[in-house]
Antibody, heavy 124, light 112 residues
Framework: QITLKESGPTLVRPTQTLTLTCTFSGFSLSTSGVGVGWVRQPPGEAPEWLALIYWNDDKRYSPFLKSRLTIAMGTSKNQVVLTMTNMDPVDTATYYC????????????????WGQGTLVTVSS | DIVMTQSPDSLAVSLGERATINCKSSQTVFYSSNNRNYLAWYQQKPGQPPKLLISWASTRESGVPDRFSGSGSGTEFTLTISSLQAEDVAVYYCQQYYTTLTFGGGTKVEIK
């Protein structure tokens, strides 16, 4: 059974750096074709993809936010960490981590499992 | 980036009636080498993450009721709920995965 869970601060001050952790179970990020991504969703708006890390430690970022994002495997083999610098109130959103897998080891794919999300508010 | 445009923004349908949601991409998401459309549909209920309903434009995920169907190719796609049930009230999103990942703006489905 695949599960993912996001953790991190609920409140961040403007200009600060946000660090979120995705802790997952039921799969291994070292399996070819597996990826873990981050998606955010401002209140009442559509989801927006942020970043993906793959089984081979390759990474991809949203071109609009690339300069502010870093995705990496965590200290535990079942964790992925996302950092976003220079937070602004417009970054207030629910942040989700999600799983992808395909047998062709594609980079671009849909997400089949999602965490419940964590709401991050940016405010002074 | 490929821009995904959904219509309508919202629709109200009577129970048992058909709901149709449209999704248009700014460029093709059809990959001719494998004859596949890189288009997924998600359902999102309040307070929940998106749930994958359909991949490859028309392949239903396991456990998804067969009243949900996807169609279309190239740049124009449709999600159809053939007989709306109360539990189908949600926001529906299309997403392309042809290159990077982008979502449509969503369509809110309500009961009339």
């Amino acid at each position: 059974q695949i599960t993912l869970k996001e953790s991190g601060p609920t409140l961040v001050r403007p200009t600060q750096t946000l660090t979120l952790t995705c802790t997952f179970s039921g799969f291994s990020l070292s399996t070819s074709g597996v990826g873990v991504g981050w998606v955010r969703q401002p209140p009442g708006e559509a989801p927006e993809w942020l970043a993906l890390i793959y089984w081979n430690d390759d990474k991809r970022y949203s071109p609009f936010l690339k300069s502010r994002l870093t995705i990496a495997m965590g200290t535990s083999k079942n964790q992925v960490v996302l950092t976003m610098t220079n937070m602004d109130p417009v970054d207030t959103a629910t942040y989700y981590c999600a799983h992808k897998y395909d047998i062709w080891s594609s980079y671009w794919y849909y997400f089949d499992y999602w965490g419940q999300g964590t709401l991050v508010t940016v405010s002074s | 980036d490929i821009v995904m445009t959904q219509s309508p923004d919202s629709l109200a349908v009577s129970l048992g009636e058909r709901a149709t949601i449209n999704c248009k991409s700014s460029q093709t998401v059809f990959y001719s080498s494998n004859n596949r459309n890189y288009l997924a549909w998600y359902q999102q209920k309040p307070g929940q993450p998106p749930k994958l309903l359909i991949s490859w434009a028309s392949t239903r995920e396991s456990g998804v009721p067969d009243r949900f169907s996807g169609s279309g190719s190239g740049t124009e796609f449709t999600l159809t709920i053939s007989s709306l049930q109360a539990e189908d009230v949600a926001v529906y999103y299309c997403q392309q995965y042809y290159t990077t990942l982008t979502f449509g703006g969503g369509t809110k489905v309500e009961i009339k």
